[in-house]
C-alpha cells in the first residue's frame, strides 16, 4: 500500500520542518516556515512525514524550490539512485533576500519507493524593519552630540553603528539600502535638525522608517565678548 505525502502534514510544521544551514557556524532548526531578513544567505534543508507522522527519507522524494519569479534556485534528483544537487548560479546559500519561496516535494516512483504525491509548501523571509539603533550621526571619528550656536556648520553623516551589542543585520550599508532625507538644508542656525531614514526604492529586505536628531543650542552670550569704549560722546 502506497502512503501519500499529502497536505494535512506538508501544510504543518510537523510535516514539513525547516533547517537553515549558513555556510559557516552552526545549523539552526527553525519552528515554522518564516523567517525575518538578517543578511547572512543560507542553504534550506526539510525533513518530511506523511499525514500519519511517518518520516520519509529524502531518498524517495525529488525536490524543487523556487523564487518569487519562479526560477529554480535549488533542485535535488536521484538519477540513477544517487543524489544530486543543482544550483542556480551555483550559488549554495540561495535562501538570504526577503521573499516568499516555493518548495514542491514529488514522491520517487518504482521498486523500493513505498509513497506517492506532489505537494508544494512555501518559505518566507520577511523583511526586517528598521530600528534607529543601527544607525548614529558621526561627526568624523565622534558621535554627533548637541552643540552650541558658534556660526559654524554642523552637517554630521548618518552611518551603521559599529556597537556589537547591537544586533544590525550583516551588510546593512547607508550607501546602498538607505535613504536619508534630512528636514533642514541649514547646519549653522539654531534649532533641532532630524534625519529621516528609509528604505531604498525596490529594497525589498527593509521596511518602515526610524529618525535620529541632534540640536545647535543658542549661544549663551559671555562676559569676555563685551567690550566698552571710554570715548566721550559728543
Not at 155 to 180: H, Q, Y
Request: charged share 25%; glycine share 8%; no cysteine.
Amino acid at each position: 500500500i502506497l502512503q501519500s505525502i499529502d497536505d494535512s502534514s506538508l501544510l504543518s510544521a510537523d510535516g514539513v520542518t525547516f533547517t537553515r544551514k549558513p555556510a559557516s557556524g552552526q545549523d539552526e532548526q527553525l519552528t515554522g516556515n518564516t523567517m525575518t531578513y538578517n543578511g547572512i544567505a543560507y542553504d534550506l534543508t526539510t525533513a518530511v512525514k506523511t499525514g500519519n507522522n511517518t518520516s520519509v527519507g529524502a531518498e524517495h522524494y525529488n525536490v524543487l524550490w523556487t523564487n518569487e519569479a519562479g526560477q529554480e534556485i535549488k533542485k535535488i534528483t536521484h538519477p540513477g539512485g544517487t543524489e544530486t544537487i543543482t544550483w542556480k548560479d551555483n550559488d549554495e546559500q540561495p535562501f538570504k533576500d526577503a521573499g516568499t519561496y516555493t518548495i514542491t516535494i514529488a514522491a520517487l516512483s518504482g521498486e523500493g519507493h513505498n509513497f506517492t504525491g506532489v505537494r508544494s509548501r512555501t518559505f518566507k523571509i520577511d523583511p526586517a524593519t528598521l530600528d534607529r539603533s543601527w544607525f548614529v550621526l558621526m561627526n568624523g571619528e565622534y558621535a554627533q552630540t548637541d552643540v552650541y550656536y558658534d556660526n559654524m556648520e554642523h552637517k554630521p553623516d548618518v552611518k551603521v553603528t559599529t556597537d556589537t551589542n547591537v544586533n544590525v543585520p550583516t551588510g546593512l550599508s547607508v550607501e546602498n539600502d538607505v535613504d536619508v532625507t534630512w528636514d533642514t538644508e541649514v547646519f549653522t542656525n539654531h534649532g533641532t535638525k532630524t534625519v529621516t531614514i528609509t528604505p531604498k526604492s525596490g529594497n525589498k529586505n527593509y521596511t518602515g522608517e526610524v529618525d535620529r536628531s541632534f540640536a545647535i543650542e543658542r549661544a549663551v552670550i559671555q562676559k569676555a565678548w563685551l567690550a566698552f569704549s571710554t570715548d566721550e560722546v559728543r
